[in-house]
């Protein structure tokens, strides 16, 4: 194993990337309750970034390394290239061959890569040789359920030099429904030398538990599960590596972890573009008690931040 690589996924807990989630505020949410786990930026095109470097998605604090920038693109170069840039806020470059949305498959970017395994492998060769730090793939078991081409995928990027792969237990066409397949993680992990991290539907310490008895992998990758609960990867890594078990927090807690996230929205994009850009993010935090629905649907009707507050500071946790 690369040694590098190994130091950063040593907690066995990773941040996966999600498009317009996982930006500077999310991760900087994670990274107040784990100092060690792997952060991972949402997808960023390599299109968008040649045309314009935007500051908002490559925005990194100093403590937040270990931290992977993925890169989308179906251009080898022009992906080598923008790798090279991110080099100097990244401690690894991650390359998304999973994302199954239809405008970003249409484009040949993202899992349409699992159905020319050549030019990911390119794209991978491309990369890996103009930049000094680590790289991984991210990838799914398949662009369909007859396609599940995973495991020679895999053997294909780690030949074209990845030194760590996430893969995400559905196919493209499940997008994100159905239930991720755990145990077809293992075939992989027998397959290849490298790490590998298995992804999907870990939403809590007894399914990372779970996912890695089925899977055999190295380590997790949390998406969907840090949504509403930032700890939860910390809580995650302390169970794994220490044994110990944190609870998950009250809906008090939550509340105030939702306010921390929008002020730092807001911070980060002023107060109307802030507020609508966290919108997405309060059916997570706000969910499992009487009249969360109706707090919801005014929540997200709600531009001024003043009156958000006050329905929050309303709420009798």
């Given at each position: 194993?690369?040694?590098?690589?190994?130091?950063?996924?040593?907690?066995?807990?990773?941040?996966?990337?999600?498009?317009?989630?996982?930006?500077?505020?999310?991760?900087?949410?994670?990274?107040?309750?784990?100092?060690?786990?792997?952060?991972?930026?949402?997808?960023?095109?390599?299109?968008?970034?040649?045309?314009?470097?935007?500051?908002?998605?490559t925005k990194r604090d100093n403590n937040h390394s270990p931290i992977s920038y993925q890169l989308s693109g179906h251009k080898p170069q022009m992906i080598a290239d923008c790798a090279k840039y991110l080099e100097q806020f990244a401690d690894m470059i991650d390359i998304n061959m999973g994302c199954p949305v239809n405008k970003v498959v249409k484009g040949t970017d993202g899992c349409a890569l699992m159905r020319n395994p050549d030019l990911a492998q390119e794209i991978v060769k491309t990369v890996k040789a103009n930049i000094t730090i680590p790289l991984s793939v991210k990838f799914r078991l398949g662009y369909t359920y007859d396609e599940l081409n995973f495991v020679q995928f895999g053997e294909k990027m780690q030949e074209a030099g990845a030194d760590f792969i996430t893969i995400h237990g559905r196919t493209r066409s499940q997008m994100y429904g159905g239930k991720a397949d755990w145990k077809k993680i293992a075939e992989l992990k027998h397959s290849v030398d490298i790490p590998v991290f298995a992804n999907g539907d870990v939403v809590s310490i007894e399914t990372a538990v779970q996912c890695l008895e089925e899977s055999e992998a190295d380590g997790v990758a949390i998406g969907r599960g840090a949504l509403g609960d930032p700890s939860l990867l910390s809580r995650v890594e302390k169970y794994l590596n220490k044994g110990?078990?944190?609870?998950?927090?009250?809906?008090?807690e939550k509340i105030e972890i939702l306010k921390k996230h929008l002020r730092k929205e807001i911070e980060l994009r002023g107060e109307d573009t802030g507020v609508k850009f966290c919108r997405k993010f309060i059916p997570y935090y706000l969910n499992g008690f009487t009249g969360a629905s109706k707090l919801r649907g005014q929540l997200v009707l709600i531009d001024n931040v003043k009156e958000v507050f006050s329905i929050l500071n309303s709420i009798k946790a």
């Amino acid at each position: 194993m690369n040694t590098k690589v190994q130091t950063l996924i040593a907690s066995r807990v990773s941040l996966a990337p999600m498009a317009g989630i996982t930006d500077y505020v999310l991760r900087s949410l994670v990274r107040e309750y784990s100092s060690s786990c792997l952060l991972t930026t949402e997808m960023i095109s390599s299109e968008a970034l040649t045309q314009v470097k935007d500051t908002v998605i490559t925005k990194r604090d100093n403590n937040h390394s270990p931290i992977s920038y993925q890169l989308s693109g179906h251009k080898p170069q022009m992906i080598a290239d923008c790798a090279k840039y991110l080099e100097q806020f990244a401690d690894m470059i991650d390359i998304n061959m999973g994302c199954p949305v239809n405008k970003v498959v249409k484009g040949t970017d993202g899992c349409a890569l699992m159905r020319n395994p050549d030019l990911a492998q390119e794209i991978v060769k491309t990369v890996k040789a103009n930049i000094t730090i680590p790289l991984s793939v991210k990838f799914r078991l398949g662009y369909t359920y007859d396609e599940l081409n995973f495991v020679q995928f895999g053997e294909k990027m780690q030949e074209a030099g990845a030194d760590f792969i996430t893969i995400h237990g559905r196919t493209r066409s499940q997008m994100y429904g159905g239930k991720a397949d755990w145990k077809k993680i293992a075939e992989l992990k027998h397959s290849v030398d490298i790490p590998v991290f298995a992804n999907g539907d870990v939403v809590s310490i007894e399914t990372a538990v779970q996912c890695l008895e089925e899977s055999e992998a190295d380590g997790v990758a949390i998406g969907r599960g840090a949504l509403g609960d930032p700890s939860l990867l910390s809580r995650v890594e302390k169970y794994l590596n220490k044994g110990e078990y944190t609870h998950p927090p009250c809906l008090g807690e939550k509340i105030e972890i939702l306010k921390k996230h929008l002020r730092k929205e807001i911070e980060l994009r002023g107060e109307d573009t802030g507020v609508k850009f966290c919108r997405k993010f309060i059916p997570y935090y706000l969910n499992g008690f009487t009249g969360a629905s109706k707090l919801r649907g005014q929540l997200v009707l709600i531009d001024n931040v003043k009156e958000v507050f006050s329905i929050l500071n309303s709420i009798k946790a």
